[in-house]
């Protein structure tokens, strides 16, 4: 095993990973209703193909649009459409979403078929099934994978990085899906590295996962294209710019794509949905999902299917202990807070966590000038600086001072010792900012 890399900058903050990382993968039960949102993915939200009392079969596509960025959305049951109405999103907002009643057949839609052997498929023909599975980047950004693989004719590809960090804490879904299948990622792997039409994948895998390093390395054994590099642990060591400098060396230029220095990157899960797309045939029509925190009875990780309720992802971890203060979907450090359990599981959907106490309760307090924020910035930027900025409404200043390269990850949030909201007042500034362009264009 070669000497752990990493990158410059981040936090070390307690994990939590020992509550559900030694769970092995529970099949939960499909719901007797399912919520799917038409925007679960970066780009055009899609249309719906359906209407009110069509019969759908599992696997069958429900939503799409001509929009290149973007990726189409499938039934996760079989079933009966019973509305096509608004419904909540994770992100807080009101989307279009089609519900299905399960009539508890799992009857598979004609479409779904194993696709030719690897061998027999050239890039095009790789690349339609990705966009026609619904594939999106599984760590969360939900960027469609079919145009990650598909860079402008002036990009040249040198490296596929394959993620398997998974650096929030309370998060062991990917975890658990290295230990467990580490040849559906390898094969993934394969079909990504044939679409871009080259032979070198890395897939950086951090310290406190031994048992998936080895299983991983074992898998990837046969093919000397692919190497499993270790990584130290720190936060955001997941995050696709340290990632890319941890197992590289190279930085992505500021305001510039991992493309722009002839690198790919994928999650984990994104590659072991592409195994499923083209040797099973299956769209993405379910993930892998932790559901943690001290809150919840019964710590685990599921195979969930797309459109189910997180309330009944709880209550599949054994409901709530003690009276929860706040459930988070995602990580404690970016993912988002829910309001209401009625809101679907979807692409981007890597965790449930559930807290008997409010982790933004601190009350803040005047800046000291002690410089941590700037110390642990993974981006290199004056978070405290921006915040002035931001804070008093200059927000030409704030850009000008990296506003906009901002990762959002929290790390200056997490050390702050005088508890300001770095990052919230960042995100609300990074927002008003795309406000003012949008309304000068429009």
């Known amino acids: 095993m070669s000497i752990a890399k990493t990158f410059r900058g981040g936090i070390h903050p307690v994990g939590h990973k020992e509550l559900s990382s030694n769970k092995a993968i529970t099949v939960m039960t499909p719901p007797v209703e399912v919520i799917i949102p038409l925007q679960q993915h970066v780009g055009a939200p899609c249309k719906p193909l359906v209407k009110k009392g069509d019969i759908v ?29 608004p419904c909540w999103h994770p992100t807080g907002a009101r989307v279009e979403g089609i519900v299905i009643e399960n009539d508890g057949e799992e009857r598979l839609d004609p479409s779904i078929h194993p696709q030719n052997d690897l061998d027999q498929l050239d890039a095009q023909a790789i690349r339609a099934i990705i966009r026609e599975a619904g594939i999106v980047g599984l760590g969360g950004a939900t960027f469609p994978t079919h145009v990650k693989v598909t860079p402008p004719s002036d990009k040249r590809i040198d490296t596929l990085i394959i993620n398997g960090c998974e650096c929030e804490p309370y998060l062991t879904c990917d975890h658990r899906l290295m230990v467990e299948h580490p040849e559906r990622i390898i094969y993934g792997t394969r079909v990504l590295l044939k679409a871009l039409g080259i032979s070198k994948a890395v897939i950086g895998i951090e310290l ?33 710019k340290q990632l890319i400098t941890a197992l590289t060396g190279k930085e992505v230029p500021v305001g510039g794509l991992p ?12 590659a072991a949905a592409i195994q499923a797309a083209v040797q099973w045939g299956m769209p993405l029509i379910e993930r892998v999902v932790t559901v943690s925190g001290e809150g919840v009875s019964e710590p685990h990780n599921f195979l969930v299917r797309i459109g189910t309720r997180l309330s009944e992802l709880i209550e599949a971890a054994g409901g ?4 929860p203060k706040q459930v988070i979907m995602g990580g404690p450090l970016t993912g988002v807070a829910q309001f209401d359990l009625s809101v679907p599981v979807t692409k981007c959907t890597s965790g449930i966590l559930a807290f008997n106490h409010l982790r933004t309760a601190r009350q803040p307090e005047p800046c000291i000038r002690c410089g941590r924020c700037v110390d642990v910035c993974p981006a290199f930027l004056l978070p405290v600086t921006i915040v002035r900025y931001a804070d008093g409404g200059k927000l030409d200043a704030a850009v000008e001072w990296g506003l906009l390269n901002c990762m ?7 050390v702050c010792p005088a508890n ?10 990074k927002q008003e900012v795309q406000a003012q362009r949008s309304k000068k264009t429009s």
């Open 57 to 85: 079969n599992k696997g069958q596509k429900i939503g799409d649009t001509d929009a290149f960025v973007s990726a189409p959305i499938h039934a996760s049951v079989s079933g009966v459409v019973k509305a096509i109405e």
């Open 208 to 240: 406190n996962k031994p048992d998936a390093i080895a299983a991983m390395e074992k898998a990837a054994a046969s093919y000397p294209g692919i190497e499993v590099v270790p990584l130290k642990i720190k936060y955001p060591q997941g995050a696709e």
């Open 259 to 270: 493309m722009d220095i002839g690198i790919v990157v994928n999650n984990v899960g994104t």
């Open 320 to 323: 709530f202990r003690g009276t």
């Open 408 to 414: 959002e990850c929290g790390s200056c949030s997490y």
């Open 420 to 429: 300001r909201f770095l990052v919230q007042s960042i995100k609300l500034a």
